[in-house]
């Protein structure tokens, strides 16, 4: 349900930059989502070809920039990608002081169009 | 083939009329809470023991979010708090248009603390801004204490987390250093709030420091 009204706010975005810069076809759309804004990026192609038929964005392919969510020791400051499941358990420290941060970036960074 | 630059949040219409919403709160000068829990964590239980303790002065509002019926709307009401029940129909979040509507029917001048109960759904209703001043998240001891663990998102948007129901947390085993560590990973900077709905334990601190940030 979630991926309709992102998909939505992608498209709308992108159309209207295409109208401003009078682009006749816009071809690929870049994007930038955080690794823990579960967003699900099949989802959101696939919500995408339905809603842009009849655009000048139909068939655009979506590219998803995956921004990393970090994780960082307070105890030995040992820093690593922080993948799900997480956990607050140092790899190596062992002790129990990770903190994650990051990895909640949604926003359209660009689109390519034919003039 | 150029390229063009965009550089846009992508839910950015939702986030314009969120801005609305907290312009509009801020000139009535209500302070706004943005409520989210999993279904049955508390969230209503939570606003009436919250209303029912709020320091004389300080107004209560309730926006009521779900996918269906008017339960939970009847129940403050009967308090008489004022309440706009939204239904969302199939929608899994509140979004900002839906509360700017809800908005335009409650009596603003007559509230000082609004809160807003999220539908019930630990995911997506982290995404839409609300207009609110502060994310408020409710887990219940039943859930489990692997919340923060399973959904980071919604645990790292809030400025308060309660936990409720802590009378059961014998009953289900439920380790709360284990989700207090979970909750610490994801946002150090949240406060916690151990209490019960049910028999009032933890809520009047829970109150008093909900007041106090209201200033």
């Keep these: 349900m979630h991926e309709l009204p992102v998909t939505q706010g992608i498209l709308s975005a992108a159309l209207e930059t295409a109208r401003r810069h009078r682009a006749e076809r816009i071809t690929d759309i870049f994007l930038v989502i955080g690794n823990l804004s579960s967003i699900v990026d099949d989802s959101v192609q696939f919500y995408f070809d339905i809603l842009s038929r009849e655009t000048i964005a139909a068939g655009a392919t979506l590219h998803f920039q995956r921004e990393k969510a970090?994780?960082?020791?307070?105890?030995?400051?040992?820093?690593?990608?922080?993948?799900?499941p997480l956990s607050p358990q140092c790899p190596q420290c062992k002790n129990l002081t990770v903190r994650v941060s990051g990895g909640q970036k949604f926003f359209i960074e660009s689109i390519e169009v034919e003039p | 083939m150029t390229q063009l630059p965009v550089v846009k949040h992508i839910l950015a219409a939702n986030e314009s009329l969120a801005e609305e919403n907290r312009a509009l709160l801020r000139r009535?000068?209500?302070?706004?809470?943005?409520?989210?829990?999993?279904?049955?964590?508390?969230?209503?239980?939570?606003?009436?023991?919250?209303?029912d303790r709020l320091p004389a002065g300080l107004r209560p509002g309730v926006i009521e979010g779900d996918l269906a019926s008017s339960i939970d709307a009847d129940k403050i009401a009967a308090k008489g708090i004022p309440?706009?029940?939204?239904?969302?129909?199939?929608?899994?979040?509140?979004?900002?248009?839906?509360?700017?509507?809800?908005?335009?029917?409650?009596?603003?001048?007559?509230?000082?603390?609004?809160?807003?109960?999220?539908?019930?759904?630990?995911?997506?209703?982290?995404?839409?801004?609300?207009?609110?001043?502060?994310?408020?998240?409710?887990?219940?001891?039943?859930?489990?204490?692997?919340?923060?663990?399973?959904?980071?998102?919604?645990?790292?948007?809030?400025?308060?987390?309660?936990?409720?129901?802590?009378?059961?947390i014998d009953?289900?085993?439920?380790?709360?250093?284990?989700f207090r560590r979970g909750l610490e990973m994801v946002n150090p900077t949240a406060n916690l709030f151990v209490l019960s709905c049910k028999t009032g334990t933890g809520v009047p601190e829970w109150v008093q420091w909900l007041t106090a940030q209201r200033g």
């Design chain 1, 70 to 84: 970090i994780a960082r020791c307070l105890t030995c400051k040992h820093e690593f990608e922080a993948q799900p």
């Design chain 2, 171 to 178: 009953v289900f085993e439920f380790d709360a250093d284990y």
């Design chain 2, 28 to 51: 009535h000068g209500i302070f706004g809470l943005n409520i989210m829990a999993s279904p049955g964590a508390g969230k209503t239980s939570l606003i009436l023991a919250t209303a």
């Design chain 2, 83 to 168: 309440v706009i029940q939204i239904n969302t129909g199939g929608n899994c979040h509140l979004d900002a248009p839906m509360v700017g509507n809800a908005l335009k029917h409650l009596p603003l001048a007559e509230i000082d603390l609004l809160f807003i109960e999220n539908v019930g759904n630990l995911v997506c209703p982290a995404n839409f801004a609300l207009g609110s001043d502060m994310n408020v998240v409710v887990a219940g001891v039943p859930e489990g204490h692997d919340k923060p663990y399973k959904y980071p998102g919604m645990f790292a948007a809030a400025g308060a987390v309660v936990l409720n129901k802590a009378d059961m």
